[in-house]
């Protein structure tokens, strides 16, 4: 109603209408109607709306996702552009100096002259103002999520400051069954890098966000100080918030664990894998070489083939695409020598041939052998909750597997199942026990509020589908940890983030560097 903005007072024997924000006084004749006195109250009251932008509109067309299109009302905000340019500058990482920058002021003046260009410390501010902001939003989320979180973390140090980070990250899976996956913290741990203050951040981390209650797994690499790390924080969690009092807290890294395995393959091989690459780097070196080694090919094959590729030492999935390059010009590269022996590159021998198809796979599988069976037994629970996999599809891939221990182990798998929904059962039972004492004491829990259904048996049948629920929930979403790097083909690249920085991954085999 206009009239609750407005008081009626009769000045010179005319209406008149005051306004209870500003005291502004307008006709109130009852023949001229309302429409002046909203007008006031929407568009010109400056108490009541301090920032009315009374200027004339500019139109802009607004393009969505759809295709469709249409014409609206274009007004200036500079809060809108100050959020959108922190919004630039952490998406793409631009320094915070971008704004000093004489071509970006002159750019952004050229779009709209009314921006205010703000300093580096301003936008400083505004960004550490968003994540806090996020961060609060992010705690919230994951309080209110009703499933368990599986939580990973990596150490990383920047080479240029030689300074160590805990990259922190989680996953859980929402109500609507989505995979979420967020970063919780990029930590600067000082030295040394120990297994207790290793602990003590990631345990910090946790209790940041109030989910130190939630965690189902904690995913590492094979760095002995991780296990190390793991043994100390097992016992500052409580032991009955965890899955099977802990057995799946610690998870490994399938994406360290398939370096590994490649790794220990290439050392099979790694006096062949260098006569290789040396040839691969002769034939590469020089547009001429590359032409006249082309040129070799077609006259010795009849046709034009893949060119060769030359790797990069420290990524093995590029020396996998060097190998698979240069193994269907075995023969060429023999010709070639036979026929040029002037030409000083190093022939690969038949023994590095066959080394490359045969030897290096024992030792890729004996490595794999070694932790697959730490985490086949949740990766095939995951297949059995799967509606579209169910038992037979373990049963299936097992009995290719292990032969004639397939029976075995589908026994192990089936007990760690039912020891699984034994406790989830366990702790349904607590529950509703729980609920029925706060019946008798006058304590009636919402959910039985209005509700006209008192079959126990129901009760249970509801308590049955959510054990099933949440089992398959938290085995989903622990399986998809453990597989979740994408980085698995490429284990060079660096934790981003570090403003630059040529990154170097800490963890490894080798602990000379790690004080335990």
Request: aromatic share 8%; net charge neutral; with cysteine.
């Amino acid at each position: 109603m206009v009239w609750e903005h407005f008081q009626k007072i009769t000045i010179n024997g005319m209406p008149k209408a005051k306004c209870l924000h500003c005291d502004h006084i307008l006709s109130a004749i009852t023949k001229n109607g309302t429409s002046h006195l909203k007008d006031h109250i929407n568009l010109r009251c400056t108490r009541k709306n301090s920032k009315v932008d009374i200027r004339q509109k500019l139109l802009s067309v607004n393009r969505k996702s759809d295709g469709s299109a249409r014409v609206e009302n274009d007004n200036f905000s500079q809060e809108v552009s100050r959020r959108e340019l922190a919004n630039m500058v952490i998406m793409h990482e631009y320094p915070l100096s971008i704004v000093d920058h004489i071509g970006f002021r002159r750019f952004v003046t050229s779009l709209n002259a009314h921006f205010k260009i703000i300093s580096r410390n301003t936008l400083r501010a505004d960004i550490m103002k968003m994540f806090m902001s996020e961060k609060a939003s992010l705690k919230k989320a994951l309080e209110s999520n009703g499933s368990r979180i599986a939580i990973t973390t990596d150490m990383w140090t920047a080479s240029n400051q030689r300074k160590g980070y805990m990259a922190v990250t989680c996953h859980y899976i929402d109500d609507f069954w989505v995979l979420r996956n967020k970063t919780l913290r990029f930590s600067y741990v000082p030295c040394p890098h120990t297994k207790d203050t290793l602990a003590q951040v990631l345990l910090d981390t946790l209790n940041m966000y109030n989910i130190a209650e939630k965690v189902s797994s904690i995913v590492v690499d094979n760095c002995t100080t991780n296990d190390a790390m793991l043994d100390v924080l097992s016992p500052r969690f409580n032991e009955q918030s965890l899955m099977l009092k802990g057995k799946f807290l610690h998870l490994r890294c399938s994406a360290h664990i398939l370096n590994l395995i490649v790794q220990d393959g290439l050392d099979v091989i790694g006096d062949g894998i260098k006569r290789i690459r040396d040839c691969v780097s002769f034939w590469a070196a020089t547009p001429k070489r590359v032409e006249m080694f082309e040129d070799k090919v077609k006259s010795f094959k009849g046709e034009e083939g893949r060119k060769l590729v030359l790797d990069c030492k420290t990524r093995w999935n590029s020396t996998f695409l060097m190998l698979t390059s240069a193994l269907p010009y075995k023969d060429v590269f023999s010709n070639i020598k036979r026929q040029n022996p002037r030409l000083k590159f190093i022939l690969p021998t038949e023994m590095d041939w066959n080394l490359l198809k045969r030897d290096m796979t024992k030792n890729m599988n004996d490595k794999f052998e070694k932790y697959w069976s730490n985490i086949n037994g949740i990766l095939a629970i995951a297949a059995i909750l799967d509606p579209r996999n169910k038992l037979e599809c373990v049963e299936f891939y097992f009995n290719d597997i292990y032969y004639d221990k397939a029976g075995d182990e589908i026994d192990r798998v089936k007990n760690l199942l039912y020891d699984l929904l034994y406790e989830y059962q366990e702790k349904e039972a607590r529950s509703m026990a729980t609920s029925n004492l706060n019946n008798v004491n006058g304590k009636r829990p919402i959910s039985s509020i209005n509700s006209n259904d008192d079959d126990g048996g129901d009760k249970w049948s509801k308590a049955k589908k959510k054990n099933k629920e949440s089992l398959a929930l938290e085995n989903a979403q622990a399986c998809a940890t453990i597989l979740e790097d994408e980085d698995s083909l490429d284990m060079s690249s660096g934790g981003g983030g570090l403003s630059g920085s040529e990154v170097v991954d800490l963890d490894s085999d080798d602990d000379d560097f790690m004080d335990i």
